[in-house]
């Protein structure tokens, strides 16, 4: 079962900050949070991940808050290419054979 | 997509002939997985594999076998297809399963 909470869906202009929200309020000490997308057809694709201090890479930035029960994640200037279902997860770093759980995301839709 | 190449990306079959789907990668990485994606469900494990020879049930394994004879395949068989097996197939890769995951392209199942 996933063990997040984010909206169902969210809408950003162009040119704008997208910041989608989670929440994961049983997180536990050892558990990243992870963000993937799906665009439309395609196969899911690896954002960013973070345990405790603010992430940054060239797709986003993880902000999260400092008693880690929900995050944000931010594309700085939303492209209509970043319509997408965003899937935030939460897994242990050492998890070994336990794979990723997929909620049902937030569908982001980028408009013009 | 990241040395992963899921065969066929599109197959209609009939109820009650098997039917297999093939992953195959050139990263050498040790963790494979199946997951299905339906409409209102989100993607869901079916199958993984944490080496050769080595695999374990996800949660939607009913109907459903895999093989894993070399590390760069991961076989899903559908030993009798049924028309709620029809679905979008995902297999994903992942070096250590504790890092993030690459996705192949899909595949587009129909089971008439």
């Known amino acids: 079962d996933a063990k997040t909470t984010q909206p169902t869906s969210m809408d950003c202009a162009e040119g704008r900050a997208a910041n989608l929200p989670c929440n994961h309020s049983?997180?536990?000490?050892?558990?990243?949070v992870y963000w993937y997308r799906q665009i439309h057809s395609q196969g899911p694709q690896y954002i960013i991940h973070g345990l405790k201090n603010n992430e940054t890479n060239e797709m986003a930035s993880l902000i999260i808050t400092e008693d880690r029960k929900s995050s944000t994640l931010i594309l700085p200037h939303a492209t209509l290419r970043d319509t997408a279902v965003y899937y935030c997860?939460?897994?242990?770093?050492?998890?070994?054979?336990?794979?990723?759980?997929f909620g049902k995301g937030t569908r982001l839709s980028v408009i013009a | 997509d990241a040395g992963i190449t899921q065969s066929p990306r599109h197959k209609v079959t009939e109820t009650g002939t098997p039917v297999t789907l093939r992953c195959h990668q050139t990263e050498n990485h040790r963790y494979m997985y199946w997951y299905r994606q339906d409409p209102g469900h989100g993607l869901r494990l079916i199958h993984y594999?944490?080496?050769?020879?080595?695999?374990d049930k996800g949660e939607v394994s009913d109907g459903y076998s895999v093989s894993r004879s070399k590390t760069e395949d991961f076989l899903l068989t559908l030993e009798s297809a049924t028309s709620s097996q029809t679905s979008v197939y995902f297999c994903?890769?992942?070096?250590?399963?504790?890092?993030?995951?690459?996705f192949g392209s899909g595949t587009q199942l129909s089971v008439l």
């Open positions: 994903a890769i992942s070096p250590t399963g504790n890092e993030k995951l690459f």
């Open positions: 049983t997180i536990s000490g050892n558990e990243y």
């Open positions: 997860i939460v897994r242990p770093l050492n998890s070994g054979n336990t794979p990723l759980v």
């Open positions: 594999s944490y080496g050769v020879k080595d695999t």
